[in-house]
């Protein structure tokens, strides 16, 4: 038989990067013209998988130091098979992304990704000029250019993966673009993205309830200094902790974040 005893705790920590904002910069970084460096990143795996899709894409993927990485955009792709890993918001993300090249390329990915949906994508992407296959609905995904802008109807009740990546391509077709979205799920992702966008200095128009983008073409990335925020999903462990069980000081946290994990703290 063994005993646990309840016990006491006491300290300071900092939370983890969000993964979800380093892909979402990475992605943003590699479609720049110049140099991004991204403070305190996230090094999961699927942090690596982007930073392995840009690298594909052209772009220059270099450590600046202990905790940041400078990031140099590239707009040829280097190879064409590119995976994803295991990472689902990168599988979904880049998909448009890869769309803005006029070389067909496939993307895919490993493990239980392999399951995970991706049909949604394929109407979307016709509409707005690119040509799209999957395997019945599934990965891998084999695309190919160049994206032109238009209008496009997004079902947004699977995932807002999909959707983010769309939002994140757009802005560089010829053409300008009018996304309608239905069903949408997952609101504080969508404006996670947002918020990416307004840091690359990109422009767009939408109504309160995510329902519709107008986005114009033709806009550029500006190159800066982008700091990610603590992760609000692994730091609510650590929060949880001192609650229960004495007294825990996490840093590193933006109490006015766009992550829903945020809420937390109710």
Known sequence: MKLVFSSEI????????????????????????????????SRSADANAAMAIIGGMGATVENESPNAIAITGGNEPRRRDFNAGEAGLSLRMFAPILALFDREVALTGKGSLLARPIGMIEGPLRALGARVRTENGFPPVTLQGP?????????????????????????LCENDTTLIVNGLKSAPYVRMTLEILRNFALGLDCDNELTRFDIPGRQSYRPLRYRV???WSGAAFLLVAGAVAGRAAVRDLNPSSLQADRRILE
Do not use: Y
């Not at 006491?10 to 910069?25: E, F, H, I, M, Y």
């Open 147 to 171: 994206l032109r802008g238009g209008r496009a109807e997004v079902d947004g009740s699977v995932s807002s993966q999909f959707l983010s990546g769309l939002l994140l391509a757009t802005p």
């Open 229 to 231: 925020e603590g992760d």
């Open 10 to 41: 006491d300290g300071s920590v900092n939370a983890p990067p969000s993964k979800s904002l380093t892909q979402r910069a990475i992605a943003a970084a590699g479609l720049c013209r110049g140099r991004t460096v991204i403070e305190n990143p």
